[in-house]
T-cell receptor, first 115, second 112 residues
Framework: AQSVTQPDIHITVSEGASLELRCNYSYGATPYLFWYVQSPGQGLQLLLKYFSGDTLVQGIKGFEAEFKRSQSSFNLRKPSVHWSDAAEYFC?????????????FGKGTHLIIQP | NAGVTQTPKFQVLKTGQSMTLQCAQDMNHNSMYWYRQDPGMGLRLIYYSASEGTTDKGEVPNGYNVSRLNKREFSLRLESAAPSQTSVYFCASVRPGWSEAFFGQGTRLTVV
């Protein structure tokens, strides 16, 4: 069965500093990989996704993620965070090629931005 | 184009009451999903439907039933609500091959 680990429950970053959120997955092959963001009281917004090809993926709001097969990782990065980036971030996987089993989510990382 | 619409947005139930959470999508997708979100647990799959008339259990199906009577709607029913079902519920509609998933705004349910 597939699984996702987000090792950091909370991360605090100063505004303007760089950010990296970690995500490790367990799956028999290369899965489809996603990062979602959730602002307080809101639904989920897709930041970016990786299916195949270039291992560095660009997303919305200035985010990027890098797929590293050897480390089973898909870490999310941003060069300079803004106060509006404070939110909950979820990494998720789906079976390669799609599949009816749905997305498997990590438990999330809560990002706090210090002024 | 409304995407995925969930109703209601908020609900308070007493233990033992029943209710149905509604989800509708206007994107003609076959696959729809129900998740629950609890603090520190991420989102966990309750049930899913790969097509009209078919449903399958996910990770946490106990205490829930679902119905996919047509392609557009996928409802989640709590027959006898329990405090452990206090959660935020999300419905999702998915393009073939998981090329994109669309989530509703969620239903915040409190069982007292």
């Amino acid at each position: 069965a597939q699984s996702v680990t987000q090792p950091d429950i909370h991360i605090t970053v100063s505004e303007g500093a760089s950010l990296e959120l970690r995500c490790n997955y367990s799956y028999g092959a290369t899965p489809y990989l996603f990062w979602y963001v959730q602002s307080p009281g809101q639904g989920l917004q897709l930041l970016l996704k990786y299916f195949s090809g270039d291992t560095l993926v660009q997303g919305i709001k200035g985010f990027e993620a890098e797929f590293k097969r050897s480390q089973s990782s898909f870490n999310l990065r941003k060069p300079s965070v803004h106060w509006s980036d404070a939110a909950e971030y979820f990494c998720a996987v789906a079976p390669h090629g799609g599949g009816a089993d749905g997305l498997t989510f990590g438990k999330g990382t809560h990002l706090i931005i210090q002024p | 184009n409304a995407g995925v619409t969930q109703t209601p947005k908020f609900q308070v139930l007493k233990t033992g009451q029943s209710m149905t959470l509604q989800c509708a999508q206007d994107m003609n997708h076959n696959s729809m999903y129900w998740y629950r979100q609890d603090p520190g647990m991420g989102l966990r799959l309750i049930y899913y439907s790969a097509s009209e008339g078919t449903t399958d259990k996910g990770e946490v199906p106990n205490g829930y039933n679902v119905s996919r009577l047509n392609k557009r709607e996928f409802s989640l029913r709590l027959e006898s609500a329990a405090p452990s079902q206090t959660s935020v519920y999300f419905c999702a509609s998915v393009r073939p091959g998981w090329s994109e998933a669309f989530f509703g705004q969620g239903t915040r349910l409190t069982v007292v």
